[in-house]
């Protein structure tokens, strides 16, 4: 903003230099030094006119120069100038001839205006006093153009300097003094329009305040901003009070203030009714993409102090939505703090505090959130694109990185993590499927169709990470029909887990809330691979290290999937077609033989037969136990002479339930999913 101004008291010096020189018959070779001189007495500031001077009376008097310089010569770095290619201005004869240069035009071509950025502010900094050349020059401009322009932001630590490129607009002043600026510009890859009307007074700008109105678009990057406001220079302070407008859809209203002496300090405390934020969704937003190397530059919160207060009825940031919505920040020396408190979000309410420290090459960042009776599905969706959980979420989260990419981030990732779903659903998996799965192949990937979901009445874990690797002993997942307990890790850098759960089945009436403990699958079971792809299969070394301990699990799966009387069997039966008992007399019709009685009920009778039928399938094709499962479960094994059982195996199955050797079969097949 200073070195505009100062932009501005130099181009009206040289205008009126040449005005008089031209009136008293100069010739251009002297231009130059008077050019000079009185741009360093009204200014402070030193201009260099490297090209030529060239001046024209027909069709009216033209003045140009070429290749300008305005430099501070107290700037040892170099850095605040101004540089002009060339410099037009047409005037009429008479208008110079009265002492009062009327300038129908001025062309400017190929500004660029570089602005130092300062890391800390600089006491007692004030801009330079200008003398008359702006607040009461005798010369008058109707038009002002700006050809292909440029402000270049150059920090002297860093040297990256980022610009605003292809600027090219008109200032145009009407006969009752009021401004109209329009025009364009590119900030990197956004395109900029503007739009900026103002009355400025006849008085001194000084203290006074300026009506203003403006327009500002950036397709793709932030809605069309729209509004006005009073401006009133105050010294190196620039007042922007009464403001109120549109940022897309959603009216707002507050006031800002820049502090301009050095480092730039913004004060802005808005309010909206409604606030849309466009977030770009990153490319290593889907799982099965690796996270991004490209550096994430955030150098520039270096050379700005900012507190600001933004709160919103609504707000929507990318996908997400929250009601109502307020955020303090405050950016002192490169380090951003930010905080909301009782955030709306999905029926439950979210406070955290972020910070980012910007001060180092690697940025870094803190934040701490508690999340309390928020809807996770649309939460988790819009943040994260991840649509498979559903339910009440509560969490707790503290976590710090450091890193100059996604991947950096991720992998230096430390804090914990706590989080709690509550009566929801897995969407796109049943669990209780991919289990009765496993006793057939081994599963790649979650087996997910859009068909499929598994009810939860409660999924919760506590993550301790260190180095971007999450580590949870207390995994616990409870459902209607199944009970899924486990450990593991999962490697946020580089997208691996690495799980071993202990999953359980609960396949009765009584669901969860029975009094007998759920029926354990009798071998661990591994997830290990790709979060989006993992190989999920067996702990086969489970059955090997105590095969005796595996036979008997089995044995109770039968008694724990059908109930302590084989009710749960009847319904199963039902589900095939088929007839059942619950008390394993008359089962089909009456002239078939009765199912023998156990202690157990029908449920122990079938649970020792599925413990005999897989041992025996087991040990058959070799001496001593054999490691692989029979290929087809519903083929009874080969008749081999059993060994004498010990003590406390179970008793045979009778001979008379032959007969019903195939509902056997539909129940084994129904159970194991063949």
């Given amino acids: 903003m200073k070195a505009i101004k100062i932009a501005g008291a130099a181009v009206a010096s040289v205008v009126i230099v040449l005005a008089l020189l031209m009136v008293i018959g100069i010739p251009s070779g002297f231009v130059t030094s008077a050019i000079q001189s009185r741009v360093e007495r009204d200014t402070g500031y030193r201009v260099t006119i490297a090209g030529t001077t060239r001046v024209s009376l027909w069709p009216s008097l033209n003045l140009t ?17 101004v540089v002009i290619d060339s410099l037009q201005a047409d005037m009429s004869l008479s208008s110079a001839w009265s002492g009062h240069p009327q300038v129908s035009q001025l062309v400017v071509t190929h500004p660029v205006i570089y602005l130092p950025l300062l890391r800390e502010r600089l006491p007692n900094a004030n801009p330079p006093k200008l003398g008359p050349a702006i607040d009461a020059s005798p010369v008058s401009i109707d038009r002002v153009k700006i050809r292909d322009g440029s402000l270049a932001f150059s920090p002297t630590r860093d040297r990256v300097e980022s610009r605003i490129d292809a600027i090219n607009a008109d200032a145009v002043i009407g006969p009752d003094r009021k401004l109209a600026f329009t025009g364009t510009a590119r900030a990197g890859e956004s395109a900029i329009k503007f739009d900026i009307k103002a009355a400025p007074p006849t008085s001194p700008i000084d203290r006074a305040n300026v009506p203003v109105e403006f327009a500002i678009d950036m397709p793709g990057t932030l809605p069309r901003l729209s509004g006005k406001a009073e401006v009133r220079l105050n010294g190196p302070i620039v007042m922007f009070n009464g403001v109120s407008g549109m940022l897309g859809d959603g009216a707002f209203n507050g006031w800002a203030s820049v502090d301009i002496a050095s480092k730039p300090l913004v004060k802005l405390d808005l309010d909206f009714q409604r606030l849309d934020i466009a977030v770009a969704k990153s490319e290593a937003a889907s799982a099965s993409q690796p996270w991004s190397d490209a550096p994430i530059n955030v150098s520039g919160l270096n050379y700005v102090d900012a507190q600001t207060r933004i709160s919103a009825v609504e707000a929507h940031i990318g996908d997400a939505h929250f009601a109502p919505a307020a955020i303090d920040a405050r950016l002192a020396g490169g380090i951003v703090k930010a905080s909301v408190s009782n955030l709306g979000a999905y029926g439950g309410q979210i406070s955290s505090e972020v910070i980012l420290d910007a001060t180092s090459g690697s940025p870094s960042f803190a934040m701490h959130s508690d999340l ?31 890193g100059g990419s996604q991947r950096a981030l991720m992998s230096n990732l430390q804090g914990t993590v706590f989080a709690d779903f509550q009566d929801g659903a897995i969407r796109g998996i049943n669990v209780a499927q991919m289990i009765r799965s496993l006793t057939t192949s081994t599963l790649s990937g979650w087996q997910d169709s859009k068909e499929l979901s598994t009810d939860l009445s409660r999924l919760s874990a506590s993550f301790r990470v260190d180095k971007g690797q999450a580590v949870t002993t207390d995994l616990n997942l409870v459902g209607p029909l199944v009970k899924v307990t486990g450990a593991g890790t999962i490697d946020l850098g580089t997208k691996l887990i690495a799980f ?3 999953p359980k089945l609960v396949l009765t009436t009584e669901g969860q809330g029975r009094t007998s403990d759920p029926v354990g699958f009798g071998i661990p079971v591994i997830i290990d691979g790709s979060w989006s792809q993992p190989r999920i299969y067996p702990e086969m070394s489970g059955i090997f290290d105590n095969p005796d301990a595996a036979y008997a699990k089995l044995r109770e799966m039968g008694k724990g999937l059908f109930g302590p009387n084989g009710a749960g069997l009847n319904d199963l039966l039902g589900g095939l077609g088929l007839s059942g008992n619950a008390s394993g007399s008359g089962a089909g019709s009456g002239n078939q033989p009765s199912q023998p009685s156990t202690s157990g009920g029908l449920g122990g009778s079938l649970g020792e037969t599925l413990g005999n039928l897989i041992q025996q399938g087991l040990n058959s094709g070799a001496p001593g136990r054999s490691r692989s499962m029979p290929t087809t479960p519903g083929t009874p094994p080969p008749q081999a002479a059993p060994s004498a059982p010990a003590q406390s195996d179970p008793p045979p199955v009778a001979q008379d339930s032959q007969p019903d050797s195939q509902p056997m079969n539909d129940v084994l097949r129904q159970l194991f999913n063949r």
């Fill in 65 to 81: 120069l070429n290749n300008l310089t305005l430099e501070d010569p107290k700037d040892r770095t170099g850095i605040n100038r």
């Fill in 372 to 402: 309390v009776g928020v809807r996770a599905l649309p939460l988790l969706t819009s943040l994260a694109h991840f649509d498979r959980l559903d339910g009440k979420l509560q969490a707790k989260l503290a976590l710090r990185s450091v």
């Fill in 500 to 502: 071993r759960v202990e």
